[in-house]
Nanobody
Framework: QVQLVESGGGLVQAGGSLRLSCAVS???????????MGWYRQAPGKERELVTS???????SYADSVKGRFTISRDQEKNTVYLQMNTLKPEDTAVYYC??????????????WGQGTVVTVSS
């Protein structure tokens, strides 16, 4: 069973920084292959939106609203994806979810979601 565990959310003042982590594990010890890894967020009263994603080859893309402020990275050995968020704004306040496409035998490729972590940016 594949699990995604997020950490790193919290309360920060505008202009501050936070780093989110999302660790992928497999309880039965089966081989994992992590494909696209990404971060989504959902603000109160709004739909969930894609913030950033990174391919297995390291190619990344960002929503216009976070370009130049957020950076996604991944550690292949630790099966972990990170989101470094700098110059945070009140409008970045949301629940942040990691999403990872994971290949395991014999299931194949499946999208998994983290439990969500709350980021609150005060003005």
């Amino acid at each position: 069973q594949v699990q995604l565990v997020e950490s790193g959310g919290g309360l920060v003042q505008a202009g501050g920084s936070l780093r989110l982590s999302c660790a992928v594990s497999e309880a039965a010890g089966r081989m994992l292959r992590l494909n696209v890894m990404g971060w989504y967020r959902q603000a109160p009263g709004k739909e969930r939106e894609l913030v950033t994603s990174m391919s297995s080859g390291g190619r990344s893309s960002y929503a216009d609203s976070v370009k130049g402020r957020f950076t996604i990275s991944r550690d292949q050995e630790k099966n972990t994806v990170y989101l470094q968020m700098n110059t945070l704004k009140p409008e970045d306040t949301a629940v942040y979810y990691c999403n990872v496409n994971v290949w395991t035998p014999p299931t194949g490729s499946v999208d998994y979601w983290g439990q969500g972590t709350v980021v609150t940016v005060s003005s």
